[in-house]
């Protein structure tokens, strides 16, 4: 049975006395109100994942959203997989679209990444999604297929059935605009028959597949009631507790 898996990604907001409040409402109100057995993680600045690995205990994980490719060195102001599991983090983003807009990371980067991060004893979370003008020239299954190609095909089977895929559109994240349950099924039924003949049966139906991109507590029931949709990535609403929570009630 593969996992079923609510992961926040505070990306750079709250500082260090925010994050702290807010993560702590929300180990508190996942300890009191979660039932089922889906796994509740937040993703955080650097700064904060020693002390919230520290307060989340075995009640909410902790992931990193980004880590360097190498193992240590002269790489000024950057933050190894080593150290991210010296202060007790489970997970790691790879290849959010904004790390790939923004400081323009390549899939090749990305695979070095994803390789660290395992050799690290570290789950990545490893982002695809295409953008809108991708998904309205009808391309995107070829951008979405290059993408896991090239980041993370080149796995053997053993680590690849320990990593986590999110897949997120660019045009749903911080926009508002949601992937209707009858799209984002359409792109993780295809993500799973690609995994599946690269990888086998089993493999394919033990890997997690989130859904992230504007998802909330409203939205979240029906994307998660899709037979392949295994959870979710969550930007805004991870950093209202209460929204947060009730994503990961929808479990329950
Ligand atoms: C994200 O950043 O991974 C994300 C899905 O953001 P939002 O939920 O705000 O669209």
């Not at 859904?211 to 930007?235: H, M, R, T, V, W």
Request: glycine letters at 10%.
């Amino acid at each position: 049975m593969r996992k079923k898996i609510v992961a926040g990604n505070w990306k750079m907001n709250l500082n260090y006395a925010e994050g702290i409040s807010l993560f702590s409402e929300i180990v508190n109100m996942v300890r009191d109100e979660k039932k089922g057995d889906q796994q509740a993680i937040i993703c955080a600045p650097f700064i904060h994942l020693n002390s919230l690995a520290q307060l989340g205990g075995s009640t909410v994980s902790i992931g990193a959203q980004n880590c360097h490719q190498k193992e240590s060195g002269a790489y000024t102001g950057e933050i190894s997989a080593k150290m991210i599991k010296s202060v007790g983090c489970e997970y790691v983003i790879i290849g959010h679209s904004e790390r790939r807009q923004y400081f323009a990371e390549s899939d090749e980067l990305l695979a070095e990444k994803t390789v660290i991060t395992l050799q690290n004893d570290l789950i990545p979370i490893f982002c695809i999604g295409e953008t809108l003008d991708e998904r309205n020239n009808g391309s995107y299954f070829e951008v979405l297929k290059s993408q896991f190609q090239k980041g993370i095909f080149g796995l053997e089977g053993n680590d690849f059935s320990k990593i986590v895929i999110a897949y997120e559109p660019v045009w749903a994240i911080g926009t508002g605009l949601t992937a209707t349950s009858e799209q984002a099924q359409e792109v993780h039924a295809f993500i799973r028959k690609e995994i599946d003949a690269k990888y086998g049966v089993e493999i394919a139906e033990n890997t997690t597949i989130l859904y992230g991109g504007s998802c909330n507590p409203k939205n979240a029931a029906e994307l998660f009631a899709q037979k392949d949709i295994d959870g979710g990535l969550i930007g805004g609403a991870s950093l209202k507790s209460r929204d947060f929570v009730d994503i990961v009630k929808t479990f329950n």
